[in-house]
């Protein structure tokens, strides 16, 4: 079955076009490197929760958009070896296509499907 990779960032919404830029280039570098699909999303109804909520894991801030996205891979195997060849192409370096967010406030994980509907 396939594996995938999910995260939730706080991205401040002014940086929404350099978000979708940076995006754009990973997505380009994740299916290269083998992803079967890369799915970035912009939140418009992400409610603050009294428990917990994509809000909450994030810290989020006034000014900020909670983005959600997901990779889909054929095997964790593939994984592995597209998320090392991804940490080491030129192309993710900060000074060419910098992160417009905060990377430590970003949650994500990689799962093993267990229902693909």
């Given at each position: 079955?396939?594996?995938?990779?999910?995260?939730?960032?706080?991205?401040?919404?002014?940086?929404?076009?350099?978000?979708?830029?940076?995006?754009?280039?990973?997505?380009?570098?994740f299916k290269?490197?083998?992803?079967?699909?890369?799915?970035?999303?912009?939140?418009?109804?992400?409610?603050?929760?009294?428990?917990?909520?994509?809000p909450m894991?994030?810290?989020?801030?006034?000014?900020?958009?909670?983005?959600?996205?997901?990779?889909?891979?054929?095997?964790?195997?593939?994984?592995?070896?597209?998320?090392d060849k991804?940490?080491?192409?030129?192309?993710?370096?900060?000074?060419?296509?910098?992160?417009?967010?905060?990377?430590?406030?970003?949650?994500?994980?990689?799962?093993?499907?267990?229902?693909?509907?």
């Amino acid at each position: 079955m396939s594996y995938v990779d999910g995260f939730i960032a706080a991205v401040p919404t002014a940086n929404r076009e350099q978000y979708i830029k940076h995006a754009k280039v990973a997505a380009s570098i994740f299916k290269e490197n083998g992803a079967l699909s890369v799915v970035e999303c912009w939140g418009e109804d992400v409610p603050e929760g009294k428990v917990t909520s994509f809000p909450m894991s994030v810290k989020l801030k006034d000014g900020e958009t909670v983005a959600f996205g997901w990779i889909i891979w054929p095997d964790k195997d593939t994984r592995n070896a597209g998320m090392d060849k991804m940490m080491q192409d030129p192309r993710m370096k900060p000074d060419v296509n910098p992160m417009p967010f905060d990377g430590q406030r970003m949650v994500y994980g990689g799962f093993e499907v267990l229902l693909q509907a």
